[in-house]
C-alpha cells in the first residue's frame, strides 16, 4: 500500500502544475476582500544615492494586516491609520508597489489595501518624480524600491510599534503601474529578491521594457485600449521574458491606462474617454482576482491559487484576453 501511494504522489507530481491545481481544493474567490482588516502607516525613510551620495527622503505607506477595529477605515487610503496588527498570523509575506509618474502611493489603494486584506504587508513609496523628468528618475526610481524593502525589514526586525514582526523577508514580491511597472521589472532585472510580480500597463517615455534578465514569474496586466504604453509594445515585451520564466499577459478589454487605478481620467494621455472604457469596477474586480491569485502562489506560497489560475485561462471571460508562457 506504501508503494502505491507512493506511486501516485510521483504520477501526479510529473503530471506538471495544472494537474496539481485540479487536485487541490478551490479557495476563495481572491476579488472578494480577504480576511483581515487592513491598517496603514506612513514612515519618513531618510538616506542617500549609492550613485552620487545625493540625499534621499522618502515618504513611504505601509499596508498590513489589522485586527478588527472600532473605527472604519478611511476611504482616501482603504484602511485604518495606525490600526493595531495582527500579529497572532504573522509574519507575512511583503510587497513592494511602485505608482506611476508623477504619481501618488495611493493611486491604486483598491488594490494595495485589497491585496493587505489577503495577508500581504504592502510598501509603497512616494516617488519624487515631479523632481525631474524620467530620464532623471530611471537611476532613482529602482533604488528607492530597494531602499524602502531594506527599510520596512529592519523596521520589523527591530520591533517597531506597529511594524515589528510583521515582515517576512524570505516572502517578497513586487508590483506597480506604468512608470512603476517599469521601475519593478528593472528591480527584477538586477539582483532582486523578488519570488514574483504583477505589473500594471509597464512603460516610461524612451526606454525599453527590461524583460531580458527577468527570472522569476511575471503578470503584465494591460489595457486593450490603452493609448499610453500601447498593448503591442507589451505584447512585445512579453514574447521577449526567457520561456524558463513563467510569465503571463492579462489584456482587459475595452481597458485603459487608469483601469489600474482608483479613478478613471476623462480624457488623459489621449485615453478613450471613460464612458467608452471597461467599468472601473469591473476593471478592479479582475485586476484584484488575478493579481491577488497570482501573488499569494507565487510569493505566499498558497499553491491552491494555481486553480484559480488556471481557471482564468480555462474560462473564456469576455472582458479578458490571457497569454501564459511556463515550462
Not at 476623462?266 to 482576482?289: F, T
Request: net charge neutral; hydrophobic share 45%; glycine share 10%.
Amino acid at each position: 500500500m506504501r508503494q502505491l501511494l507512493l506511486g501516485l504522489l510521483l504520477a501526479l507530481t510529473a503530471c506538471g502544475p495544472r494537474v496539481q491545481a485540479q487536485a487541490l481544493s478551490p479557495p476563495p474567490d481572491p476579488a472578494v476582500r480577504g480576511p483581515y482588516p487592513v491598517g496603514v502607516t506612513m514612515r519618513f525613510f531618510k538616506g542617500v544615492f549609492s550613485a552620487n551620495g545625493r540625499p534621499r527622503d522618502l515618504v513611504t505607506y505601509i499596508w498590513y494586516p489589522a485586527v478588527p477595529q472600532t473605527a472604519g477605515p478611511r476611504r482616501s487610503v482603504g484602511a485604518v491609520w495606525d490600526a493595531s496588527p495582527n500579529r497572532e498570523n504573522g509574519p507575512y509575506p511583503v510587497l513592494t508597489w511602485s505608482h506611476g509618474f508623477t504619481g501618488s502611493p495611493v493611486d491604486s489603494v483598491f488594490l494595495v489595501s485589497h491585496l493587505a486584506s489577503h495577508g500581504f504587508v504592502v510598501v509603497a513609496p512616494a516617488h519624487r518624480d515631479r523632481e525631474g523628468a524620467p530620464p532623471e528618475r530611471r537611476v532613482d526610481r529602482p533604488e528607492d524600491i530597494s531602499f524602502v524593502l531594506d527599510q520596512a525589514i529592519a523596521l520589523s526586525a527591530g520591533g517597531d510599534a506597529i511594524l515589528g514582526g510583521l515582515v517576512d523577508p524570505t516572502r517578497i514580491g513586487g508590483g506597480g503601474h506604468s512608470f512603476g511597472g517599469w521601475t519593478t521589472l528593472n528591480v527584477m532585472a538586477a539582483k532582486h529578491a523578488f519570488k514574483a510580480a504583477a505589473i500594471m500597463a509597464p512603460g516610461t517615455m524612451g526606454a525599453p521594457l527590461p524583460v531580458d534578465g527577468v527570472d522569476a514569474p511575471v503578470m503584465m496586466l494591460a489595457g486593450e485600449l490603452d493609448a499610453t504604453i500601447w498593448l503591442p509594445s507589451l505584447r512585445n515585451a512579453f514574447d521577449s521574458i526567457p520561456r524558463a520564466t513563467e510569465h503571463w499577459l492579462v489584456t482587459l478589454l475595452r481597458g485603459n491606462h487608469f483601469s489600474f487605478t482608483d479613478r478613471c481620467i476623462p480624457g488623459g494621455l489621449l485615453e478613450i474617454s471613460c464612458a467608452d472604457a471597461l467599468p472601473q469596477d469591473q476593471a478592479h474586480e479582475l485586476v484584484n482576482r488575478l493579481a491577488t491569485a497570482f501573488l499569494l502562489l507565487h510569493v505566499a506560497g498558497q499553491q491552491q491559487y494555481a486553480l484559480t489560475l488556471e481557471n482564468a485561462r480555462s474560462q473564456a471571460d469576455p472582458r479578458l484576453a490571457i497569454a501564459v508562457s511556463k515550462v
